[in-house]
Structure formats: C-alpha cells, structure tokens
C-alpha cells in the first residue's frame, strides 16, 4: 500500500524535540524515502542552480547590448571577455568532480585552446588566413587571453551536453564535434561583423570548418578518454544560452 508516514527517531534519548540537531524526521512516500535535511540540500542545491542560471541570462543579455550597441557602452572591448569569463566560473563551481587531475586537465583545455588560436592565426594553415579583432580584448602575441576560454567552453558544454542526452559511443565525439561546428558555423558572420576576427578578403573558407570538425572531434576524443567530468548541471544551459547568442546577433 502506497502512503506517507512520518516517524520521529531521537539521536539522543533526552529532551527530544529540544533541538532541531537531535530529531530527525524521515517521509516514505512508496517506495522512496526522504529525510527533511536531504530535502533542504535538495532545495538549496536547485536554488543555486536557478541563481546561477539567471546571472548566466543576465550577463549574456548585457553581452549582447554591449556588443550591438543598443545602448552605447563604454565598455564594449570588455563585453564578450567578461561573459566568457563568467561562463567558465559559473561552469567550475558546479564542475564535478573537483579533484586536482580533473582540474588540471580543465586547465590544459584552456591552454590548448589558446594555443589553437595562436597558431591558427599566426600561420594562416590550420583554418586559413585571418586576424583577431579588438572585440576579444587584451591579447598576448597578437592573441586573445580569451580565445582559449571560448574553446575551452564549447568543448566542455558539448562534451556534458551530448553525454546527458544519451547519446553512446562511438557517436559522442562525432556529435560533439558536430555540434561545435555548427556553432562556429553561426559564430563566423557575426565574428566579422562586430570584429571579433576578420579573414582575408572577407571571406571564410571551407577549410574554417572542415579544420574545426576534425580539431573539436580530437578533443572531445581526448576528454572521453580521460573522463575529467562527472556532472556539471550548467553545461546544457550556457550551450543553449551561446547558440541564441550567436542565432540572435545574426538576425541583426
């Protein structure tokens, strides 16, 4: 018979009810069972959760303005570096597992990312010939700090994405890969226009993406294989919230 009962057990034989510390109460409700504290953890978890995403919609939104120029911004060269920022910091807090080579191996993501933009931009051979714009901000050798950030975003938030939706082996990183060539595919136009980065004569070639699929497709490989995430509840939200992005600024 299905139902819900409470029963009361005292940790300590004295004054129970005296303090909330000493009684415990537990809901069996069919065949699952609850304790008021897991319930508390439970609401404080989703709480967090709600409270992050609507700073990530916040600070995209404002992104998004800066950007435009709907309303004139000082501060525009900070827009898109900030909300990357934001996006990574939201992403490591709900990371998990926070272990020290699960961390390092989110570190090296970054790094790599940044040395794609590097070499991609100084050699012209991996997606062709192009330069970065001042929209990403302060730049290390001609690079933005940021590019690796971005990278380091879409192949996590791709990775957790494709993972969570079911989807098996040996089809993830091919997905995966998919998935962040479609974005970049959205991305390009709007690159240009608002001088993220600029091509040669304007014109993005096809081996833009061809190199994208197969550099993305290698990443997500390596994440597979060394499995630095378990869960990060973020990931799917930031993935919808860069593709409006990117869809809304090319409606422009």
């Keep these: 018979m299905r139902g819900v009962c409470f029963s009361v057990h005292p940790f300590q034989p004295v004054q129970p009810f005296a303090?909330?510390?000493q009684v415990m109460i537990i809901i069996v409700a069919g065949n699952r069972i609850f304790s008021f504290a897991a319930l508390n953890r439970m609401c404080k978890k989703n709480y967090r959760l709600i409270i992050a995403m609507?700073?990530?919609?916040?600070?995209?939104?404002?992104?998004?303005?800066?950007?435009t120029g709907v309303i004139p911004s000082p501060l525009l060269n900070l827009a898109i570096p900030f909300t990357l920022l934001f996006s990574v910091m939201?992403?490591?807090?709900?990371?998990?597992?926070?272990?020290?080579?699960?961390?390092?191996?989110?570190?090296l993501l970054m790094v790599t990312g940044l040395c794609i933009g590097y070499a991609g931009a100084h050699t012209g051979l991996i997606f062709g010939e192009y330069a970065y714009g001042s929209?990403?901000?302060?730049?290390?050798m001609n690079t933005p700090i940021v590019i690796g950030l971005h990278w380091f975003i879409l192949v996590?938030?791709?990775?957790v994405s494709v993972r969570l939706i079911g989807i098996a082996r040996p089809w993830i990183e091919l997905t995966a890969a998919a998935?962040?060539?479609?974005?970049?595919?959205?991305?390009?136009?709007?690159?240009?226009?608002y001088d993220l980065w600029q091509w040669k004569d304007g014109i993005i070639p096809v081996q833009n993406f061809v190199a994208w699929f197969y550099i993305s497709f290698?990443?997500?490989?390596?994440?597979?294989?060394?499995?630095?995430?378990?869960e990060n509840q973020v990931a799917i939200p930031i993935l919808v919230l860069q593709i409006l992005f990117y869809?809304?600024?090319?409606?422009?």
């Design 135 to 140: 929209a990403l901000g302060r730049k290390i």
């Design 179 to 193: 998935l962040m060539t479609a974005i970049d595919y959205l991305a390009e136009p709007v690159a240009m226009q």
């Design 54 to 67: 609507a700073l990530l919609a916040v600070a995209y939104v404002i992104c998004f303005i800066s950007i």
């Design 90 to 107: 939201v992403l490591l807090i709900f990371h998990q597992p926070r272990t020290a080579k699960s961390i390092f191996i989110l570190l």
């Design 247 to 252: 869809a809304a600024l090319n409606m422009l």
């Design 156 to 159: 996590y938030v791709t990775h």
């Design 19 to 21: 303090d909330s510390r």
């Design 218 to 230: 290698l990443l997500q490989l390596f994440l597979n294989r060394v499995k630095p995430v378990q």
